[in-house]
């Protein structure tokens, strides 16, 4: 019988003593045989470093931490990343939580498909308090999407990485803050690297009072913008601040379009409504 493939997680963590046991728990209910979650905390003063302490960190439970100072979630990325040793590597942020059954599901596709390098999946969303607020589903890798629209599509809660992107020497971009996993994403796809997307609820992405994504959306947007015209290859050949506007200007909408044209012939809405009111009202 073939061994399964292993999986490391790496969690970033600063000051989430709220949510963090859920991120824990979630790794652990998985059962998955050969399996490990690094926890690379930069110096939480919340109570973090307590639970962490208390939690069941033994042999089975997989799960190995550090608290020490860094300059935030990049670095603490790249430490997980270089310390993980699993076949497959993900990255989970500490207010996130897999679904059950999220690691069998990954490593089956890993393993019928030697080719793939990045696997991604749909989501939930869900507020502070783990209530849903609602199904993303997401659409087949597309450069051109990942490119040019306006937000990040491919989330990095339900994202899975091959071991050899790392050994490749690809890191996270430690100069970024909000949009680390955009750039990281393009320059793996202008070197080759191959995505695909499993239609499969894998996660559960949090949105709550702290998280960047709530505390600072135009600095985001300001990154965003940045990163696209420095590592989009036809932004990036363009002389002028000028023509790079231009050029997204026409581009956005089309990826748009491109996008939630997929969405919509997939019927990805009317499966999102459906399940959002089986969800509230159990019917």
Not at 46 to 68: H, K, M, P, Y
Not at 159 to 185: K, P
Request: proline content about 4%; glycine content about 6%.
């Amino acid at each position: 019988m073939t061994k399964p493939l292993s999986i490391s997680i790496v969690t970033p963590s600063l000051n989430q003593a709220s949510f963090i046991y859920e991120a824990l728990e979630s790794v652990v209910i998985q059962n998955y045989p050969n399996c490990e979650h690094l926890v690379i905390d930069g110096m939480s003063t919340d109570g973090t470093v307590e639970l962490l302490r208390n939690f069941r960190i033994d042999a089975s439970s997989g799960i190995t931490w550090v608290s020490e100072p860094d300059s935030g979630q990049s670095e603490a990325l790249n430490k997980g990343f270089r310390k993980a040793t699993g076949d497959i590597i993900g990255w989970l942020n500490a207010d996130d939580r897999y679904r059950t059954g999220c690691f069998e599901r990954v490593a089956k596709m890993f393993e019928e498909d030697p080719g793939l390098d990045i696997l991604y999946g749909d989501y939930r969303v869900v507020d502070e308090f783990g209530g849903l607020v609602r199904i993303k589903p997401e659409i087949t890798f597309s450069a051109f999407v990942l490119f040019y629209h306006r937000v990040l599509y491919i989330p990095t809660t339900t994202t899975f990485f091959r071991r050899r992107v790392f050994d490749e020497g690809n890191w996270i971009n430690e100069n970024l803050q909000y949009v680390m996993d955009l750039e990281l994403f393009i320059r793996l796809a202008v070197k080759g690297y191959r995505f695909k997307h499993i239609p499969e609820l894998l996660a559960d992405f949090r949105l709550q009072p702290a998280s960047k994504t709530c505390r600072n959306p135009e600095k985001q947007q300001w990154e965003h913008r940045r990163v696209i015209f420095a590592t989009v290859p036809l932004l990036r050949r363009l002389k002028s601040e000028r023509l790079k506007r231009a050029a997204l200007f026409f581009c956005r909408p089309i990826a748009g379009l491109r996008r939630y044209g997929e969405k919509a012939i997939r019927g990805s809405y009317w499966a999102q409504l459906q399940a959002n009111s089986f969800d509230r009202f159990g019917s």
